[in-house]
């Protein structure tokens, strides 16, 4: 990967959100995660949960990430819910990893959305 390339670390805007070096309106962080609101909402309730070191997209994770993935879902409810999203089962919430082209992937920075509140939601 070339150093100029928008998918390397040093271009990568999630990246910078997470080094604070672009503003967000964060939701939780901790050493290895950074959790902040979506800038374009699909629900009453959308953030995206990232990890602080850069990974492309989720064809990038193998064995080595099964800890960090598996502290961040489980970090999901508890965020959710402090949100603003209902308990389950009423309420609830929607988790999305778009991965690669056609999976939807805009950003090249492994993140996951996290959406919920009432319906209806702008998309999804
Ligand atoms: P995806 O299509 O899964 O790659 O989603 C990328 C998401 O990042 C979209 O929902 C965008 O609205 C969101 N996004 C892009 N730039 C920013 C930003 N600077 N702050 C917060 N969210 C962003
Ligand atoms: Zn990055």
């Known amino acids: ?5 928008p998918h390397a670390p040093d271009n990568c805007i999630f990246c910078k959100i997470a080094a604070g070096q672009i503003p967000s ?3 939780y962080e901790d050493d290895e995660i950074f959790v902040f609101h979506d800038i374009h909402p699909w ?6 949960m990232i990890p602080r070191t ?6 990038d994770v193998g064995p080595e990430h099964a800890g ?19 308990p389950y089962p009423e309420g609830g919430f929607r988790m999305v990893v778009n991965t690669g082209a056609e999976g939807g992937q805009e950003v090249h920075h492994l ?14």
């Open 1 to 5: 990967m070339s150093p100029s390339s």
């Open 25 to 27: 309106r964060k939701v």
């Open 43 to 48: 629900a009453p309730v959308h953030f995206l």
């Open 54 to 59: 850069h990974m492309a997209s989720m064809a």
């Open 68 to 86: 960090l993935l598996g502290r961040m879902m489980a970090l999901a409810p508890r965020l959710a819910l402090e949100q603003g999203c209902k």
């Open 111 to 124: 993140h996951i959305h996290v959406m919920g509140g009432p319906r209806p939601w702008l998309k999804g």
